[in-house]
């Protein structure tokens, strides 16, 4: 540990904020309050802060980021990024170092963005010791008041004095700026660890719970009713979200200038919002209150310990500084939930931590532009029904898709944004299909597209169908509504000579609303003239003056009436979320086991790499682990089939 007197130190701020190499921001006030902003003197540095309003997560997941910027007319000639001087942030408290290495966790967890790592190597951390403490503050009860990594320098006041500890070799260049550094003493090193005691202490704040209880805690009160009486409160504003530095949900939309240039800008978004799961066709798959702000302490406390280990909460109170309410301190909730149990609450040592995350490292090279997609072109059309057609597409780059059957891409169509749509074709071709449903403003582009046009690719992505597990069983395919196109894929490989022998019996029900919307007639024509090859169909109701030869009603009608072995079968189900439930339930009344019944969820997959939260059921995200999910594995999770 080093120390400066208060003037070197004025100084050294000073040498900092003069020096032209970085950007020197730091803890400044605003009114009655504190922000992370830019430092023009030392005098603007405020260490004696409590709190402030933003955390610092603003400086690697921006608020508003231009992703990709070009021109309409050359969609695919993406502007290089610019890359910023680094920058130095000053007065960084502990929690809020412990919640950046939180979100290196949740960002360098698999798919790397190329982006946030350069933020985060571009950025040098100073932190600073808490020497005033916000009334609703708590992190002395989440263990969050001190940390030993995640900083490049960090400084304790120390009044006339102030105590640096190096954490770093830039934090150690960046010390040669400071004239006069010596050696802490005993004693100076004893009133830093006073310092951090007395601030850990006045940040209790009675929470009857250790955070490592959080865990058992919510795991036995999902249908708490604290829950209800505390979200019919709830203003549905965002705030609490947004203010958090542990929240790092985001949303992508496209842009378009007078000039005719298109952007593709990442802005915050939060689970709070009832648009948060709203899918094109309309469905919200969060549509009460209550079951949004469940998940919000859910994600916390239950979600990301079960994917990474931690709690997601440092006790900055930020959040319930905000809600006007005061309804999103978790404190307060989680003390309400606990007198409500009827539970004993386990201690869980190893999950979550509710110790500080260990700083992540990386393999560089394996980070990569998220968002960026490969152009490919459209090389046939096919219309299929009033509203859905049927598009042949190869990548420019010549190569093939490799993808699994059961997955999916996001086309992009610069200026509209992407959209989900799953491979209707089976994999090893270089060229692939997708069904297009003509239901929102990007689906509504492709439409008016013709053969030779040109669009975006991103994927494939998500957990399809395991080929291998399938083979030496029957098949049940259970396709409704849209559900045939990505059904499509995995109907045309089992069925291929190739791999025909691989496979038993197959079985096709297919289901839709009218005559007029059966998809593939064709070609269900030619499969079911294969050998062992049975398939049903059905529409909801047939028109006075069509022609139908199928039955009339729902899909479920038909399956009883396929004979199959409910032993030896393995079933596959897609259509809308509302046929799952049904489905799923006659299919185990006639003795298919748990574990022979798959299912692709439908949710709203907008990044389809986890990370931008939208996607998620519980712990799960569907564009991640999914969409393709074994019944057995989902059965007992609230929001799968709700």
Not at 6 to 22: G, P
Request: aromatic content about 8%; charged content about 25%; proline content about 5%.
């Amino acid at each position: 540990m080093k120390v400066l007197s208060k003037h070197d130190f004025n100084d050294f701020i000073d040498a900092l904020i003069s020096d032209e190499t970085y950007h020197t921001h730091g803890v400044k006030s605003k009114g009655e309050k504190f922000v992370f902003g830019p430092l023009e003197s030392h005098q603007d540095l405020r260490l004696d802060y409590d709190t402030t309003i933003l955390p610092p997560k603003k400086y690697f997941l921006p608020q508003y980021e231009t992703l990709i910027e070009c021109p309409l007319s050359s969609p695919f000639e993406i502007k290089a990024e610019h890359h910023e001087k680094p920058i130095i942030i000053i007065g960084v408290h502990p929690y809020d170092i412990i919640a950046i290495n939180q979100m290196d966790a949740y960002y360098f967890n698999e798919d790397i963005s190329k982006s946030y790592l350069e933020r985060r190597k571009n950025t040098i951390i100073i932190g600073s010791d808490i020497i005033n403490t916000h009334d609703k503050a708590f992190f002395g009860s989440m263990n969050t008041a001190h940390v030993d990594t995640g900083y490049d320098l960090f400084i304790t006041d120390l009044g006339d004095k102030v105590a640096i500890e190096i954490g770093s070799d830039r934090g150690q260049h960046l010390m040669q700026k400071a004239a006069r550094v010596r050696e802490a003493t005993d004693v100076e090193t004893q009133k830093v660890k006073a310092l951090r005691l007395a601030a850990q202490g006045k940040a209790k704040r009675g929470m009857k719970i250790e955070p490592n209880q959080w865990y058992s805690l919510l795991d036995q009160n999902y249908e708490s009713n604290v829950w209800k009486q505390q979200s019919e409160k709830c203003l549905a504003c965002n705030t609490c979200t947004l203010v958090c530095p542990t929240c790092f949900c985001y949303d992508v939309n496209d842009e378009i200038d007078l000039k005719g240039n298109s952007k593709r800008v990442r802005t915050w978004d939060g689970c709070m919002l009832r648009q948060f799961t709203e899918v094109a066709g309309g469905e919200v798959f969060r549509e009460d209150i209550k079951e949004r702000y469940r998940h919000r302490f859910f994600r916390k406390g239950k979600y990301l310990p079960d994917r990474l280990g931690f709690t997601a909460c440092v006790g900055c109170g930020r959040c319930s500084i905000q809600c006007i309410p005061d309804i999103a301190d978790p404190v307060k909730v989680m003390n309400l939930v606990f007198d409500a149990s009827e539970s004993f609450v386990e201690d869980l040592e190893t999950k979550p931590k509710s110790i500080p995350v260990e700083t992540v490292e990386v393999n560089e090279e394996d980070a990569k532009p998220l968002h960026h997609p490969m152009p490919a072109t459209i090389t046939n059309i096919k219309k299929l029904t009033e509203r859905e057609k049927l598009y042949e597409i190869e990548l420019d780059s010549g190569d093939a898709l490799h993808h699994m059957p059961g997955q999916f891409v996001e086309v992009s169509i610069m200026g509209a944004g992407e959209a989900p749509i799953s491979i209707a074709s089976p994999p090893k071709k270089k060229r692939f299909d997708l069904v297009i449903r003509n239901v929102g403003e990007v689906t509504n582009k492709i439409h008016a597209m013709k053969k030779g046009d040109t669009i975006g690719i991103r994927g494939p992505f998500g957990n399809g169908f395991n080929e291998e597990e399938l083979k030496g069983h029957d098949l049940l395919f259970i396709a409704a509504g849209l559900g045939l196109p990505p059904l499509r894929s995995l109907i045309a490989h089992v069925l291929d000579k190739e791999h025909r022998k691989d496979y038993g019996k197959i079985t096709i029900l297919c289901g839709c609303r009218q005559p007029c919307e059966v998809l593939f007639d064709n070609e269900i024509k030619t499969w079911n003239s294969i050998e062992d090859v049975n398939i049903l169909r059905t529409v909801d109701k047939c028109p006075d003056g069509e022609c139908w030869e199928g039955d009339t009603g729902l899909i479920t009608k038909l399956i009883p009436k396929a004979k199959f072995n409910p032993k030896q079968t393995m079933c596959m189900i897609i259509g809308p979320p509302v046929v799952y439930p049904f489905c799923i339930q006659i299919l185990l009344d006639l003795g298919v086991p748990e574990n022979h019944i798959l299912v692709s969820l439908e949710r709203r997959m907008k990044c389809g790499v986890g990370k931008c939260g939208h996607c998620q059921i519980n712990n799960l995200y569907v564009c991640k682990d999914g969409p393709v999910f074994n019944y057995h594995d989902i059965k007992d999770l609230p929001e799968a089939f709700a």
